[in-house]
């Protein structure tokens, strides 16, 4: 069944190898600019990458050693599945070491694999997710084992999710207390229950001893942070707004409608398991639970200048929640019956995704036709001819579609992630003054024919920005979100070459840099 819905949930990634999720085809460009190392001189002359110790670097580590035996997107499609595959599995181990049974009822997270933080493309938390959810499973099964080989486990596991992402870091760090947090008051009651209060009393001590020491393997990750950039990105936004959203989008793709029909059948299933006593629910989620909500309203929006920073919580939670779930599946009609209402259920939401991703896909791909007109290493600027362009779900496939000029044409883009502290992508020092380092919102294009306008000292200083000398520091202009019949905005500097579907490629005429020589100065 794992097999079966896996394959299933795997068919928007094949059919699509540039999916249109948010920051996607921005990541797929910085994997193939590591993969390509010196090999590619225009990129070679563009790029540096700067190993450092930075929380977000999975997909850095692992995509480009795919990307030695297959092309990029063929490695983007296999790291995406291999994230799906780790977190389903995850919750089968979670749910296998707290009951000590394998079961099928886990496997209802597929639907979730869809979900609006992957839609965002946060691919290297999606991966996380996976890894944190192994990372509890092998703590809870090693429990009753050798003290110093639970803690030397937990501890490669520390490592390892710092490097996937700080977010998912804190998360094991919450399923650790609470796991801990009811086996402590657990073992206590069972203890004064079988010897009496003098007895319980006297082991409560070794038990908060072992209780703490569950932090151990947290202790080099303050020094971790210390060495990392990372620290000087500390920003901290908290608003109530946006928290119910972030609970629905724990289950939804595109559609609200459906999202509120999956969790109606979860629910009635979940009414009828109880009516029939066949539903149980592990003591640790019942710890976890407030724990996580108490953590999630406590929790910022933006957090080291990562957005949507609390709206993370609750995917990462349901995945937990779920594997404390046990139904009695010893009934051979009820076991047929579940599989079969669960791959209609995901294929359900797999129809869901591929309905809205094959119109998308296309625009994508269309996009892609356009960029074989750019030449080889050259300088592409990037416009919003909507100021909100790029904030619906229906957006995300065009945000970052120039991004791929740098993996079919070894191009400089403006909106490729540079940010010092977020990436070990860097511009060499040379080209950082045209590309945006700030992971900023590109301009509209009406401040950009502004700005042309200006000559000199009458230019003020609000248009001191990367962009301000454009008419001669770029080849090309991509303006993104443009209405039908988009005109030409600056036929003094801009000559059409392909429109698209809300987008516009214009090469930048009068420019005093051609596609191989160096920096203006």
Same mark, same amino acid.
Request: proline share 4%; aromatic share 12%; with cysteine.
């Given at each position: 069944l794992f097999a079966l819905l896996l394959a299933i949930a795997a068919v928007p990634i094949l059919l699509n190898p540039l999916p249109p999720i948010s920051d996607y085809i921005n990541h797929l460009a910085r994997m193939h600019i590591i993969a390509a190392g010196n090999s590619d001189p225009l990129l070679h002359r563009y790029y540096e990458v700067n190993w450092q110790v930075i929380p977000n670097l999975m997909m850095d580590m692992i995509v480009p050693l795919f990307e030695r035996v297959m092309n990029v997107y063929l490695a983007g499609e296999t790291y995406t599945l291999l994230s799906f595959a780790l977190i389903i599995s995850g919750t089968l181990a979670l749910h296998r070491s707290l009951f000590g049974r394998w079961s099928a009822l886990p496997l209802i997270a597929f639907p979730l694999l869809y979900n609006d933080m992957f839609l965002v493309g946060t691919m290297n938390f999606v991966f996380g997710i996976g890894l944190m959810l192994w990372a509890l499973a092998t703590w809870v099964a090693l429990r009753e084992r050798r003290r110093a080989l639970r803690l030397a486990v937990s501890a *490669?596991?520390? &490592?390892? %999710?710092? !490097?996937?992402?700080?977010?998912?870091?804190? #998360?094991?760090?919450?399923? @650790?207390?609470?796991?801990?947090?009811?086996?402590?008051?657990?073992?206590?009651?069972?203890?004064?229950?079988?010897?009496?209060? /003098?007895?319980?009393?006297?082991?409560?001590? $070794? &038990?908060?001893?072992?209780?703490?020491?569950? $932090?151990?393997?947290? %202790?080099? #990750?303050?020094?971790? %942070?210390?060495?990392?950039?990372?620290?000087?990105?500390?920003?901290?936004?908290?608003?109530?707004?946006?928290?119910?959203?972030? =609970?629905?989008?724990?289950?939804?793709?595109?559609?609200?409608?459906?999202?509120?029909?999956?969790? =109606?059948?979860?629910?009635?299933?979940?009414? %009828?398991?109880?009516?029939?006593?066949?539903?149980?629910?592990?003591?640790?989620?019942?710890?976890? !639970?407030?724990?996580?909500?108490?953590?999630? &309203? *406590?929790?910022?929006?933006?957090? !080291?200048?990562?957005?949507?920073?609390?709206?993370?919580?609750?995917?990462?939670? *349901?995945?937990?929640?779920?594997?404390?779930?046990?139904?009695?599946?010893?009934?051979? !009609?009820?076991? @047929?019956?579940?599989?079969?209402?669960?791959?209609?259920?995901?294929?359900?939401?797999?129809?869901?995704?591929?309905?809205?991703?094959?119109?998308?896909?296309?625009?994508?791909?269309?996009?892609?036709?356009?960029?074989?007109?750019?030449? +080889?290493?050259?300088?592409?600027?990037?416009?919003?001819?909507?100021?909100?362009?790029?904030?619906?779900? +229906?957006?995300?496939?065009?945000?970052? *579609?120039?991004?791929? =000029?740098?993996?079919? +044409?070894?191009?400089?883009?403006?909106?490729?992630?540079?940010?010092?502290?977020?990436?070990?992508?860097?511009?060499?020092?040379?080209? +950082?003054?045209? /590309?945006?380092?700030?992971?900023?919102?590109?301009?509209?294009?009406?401040?950009?024919?502004? /700005?042309?306008?200006?000559?000199?000292?009458n230019r003020p200083h609000a248009y001191a920005e990367y962009w301000q000398r454009w008419t001669a520091d770029y080849d090309y202009l991509y303006v993104l979100f443009t209405p039908p019949n988009f005109q030409n905005p600056d036929p003094a500097h801009l000559s059409e070459m392909y429109v698209g579907d809300r987008f516009v490629l214009y090469r930048v005429e009068r420019s005093q840099i051609t596609a191989t020589s160096g920096p203006a100065r």
């Open positions: *490669a596991f520390v &490592l390892g %999710l710092f !490097f996937c992402h700080l977010f998912v870091l804190g #998360v094991y760090a919450i399923g @650790l207390f609470a796991f801990e947090s009811h086996r402590l008051c657990a073992t206590y009651m069972r203890t004064r229950r079988a010897s009496g209060g /003098v007895a319980a009393r006297r082991a409560l001590p $070794g &038990l908060i001893v072992d209780y703490v020491l569950t $932090g151990v393997p947290f %202790l080099p #990750v303050p020094l971790l %942070l210390m060495m990392s950039p990372t620290r000087g990105l500390w920003d901290f936004v908290w608003s109530l707004q946006g928290k119910g959203d972030g =609970a629905l989008a724990a289950i939804r793709a595109y559609s609200d409608v459906l999202a509120y029909v999956f969790a =109606a059948i979860v629910v009635a299933a979940a009414a %009828l398991a109880l009516r029939y006593r066949a539903l149980s629910f592990h003591g640790f989620g019942w710890v976890l !639970f407030p724990i996580g909500v108490l953590t999630y &309203l *406590a929790l910022p929006q933006v957090i !080291f200048e990562t957005y949507l920073a609390d709206q993370r919580m609750p995917i990462s939670l *349901a995945f937990m929640v779920i594997a404390c779930f046990d139904v009695d599946f010893r009934n051979r !009609f009820v076991r @047929l019956g579940f599989a079969a209402a669960l791959v209609l259920i995901v294929s359900a939401r797999v129809a869901e995704v591929e309905y809205v991703w094959a119109p998308l896909s296309a625009g994508v791909e269309s996009f892609r036709h356009s960029v074989d007109l750019l030449s +080889r290493g050259a300088k592409v600027a990037v416009a919003y001819a909507d100021p909100n362009g790029g904030d619906s779900l +229906r957006d995300y496939g065009l945000v970052h *579609a120039d991004c791929i =000029a740098i993996i079919e +044409r070894s191009a400089l883009v403006t909106t490729e992630f540079t940010v010092v502290g977020k990436q070990i992508l860097h511009a060499r020092s040379a080209w +950082r003054g045209r /590309v945006d380092t700030e992971d900023g919102t590109p301009p509209t294009i009406g401040e950009m024919v502004r /700005v042309a306008d200006l000559q000199g000292s």
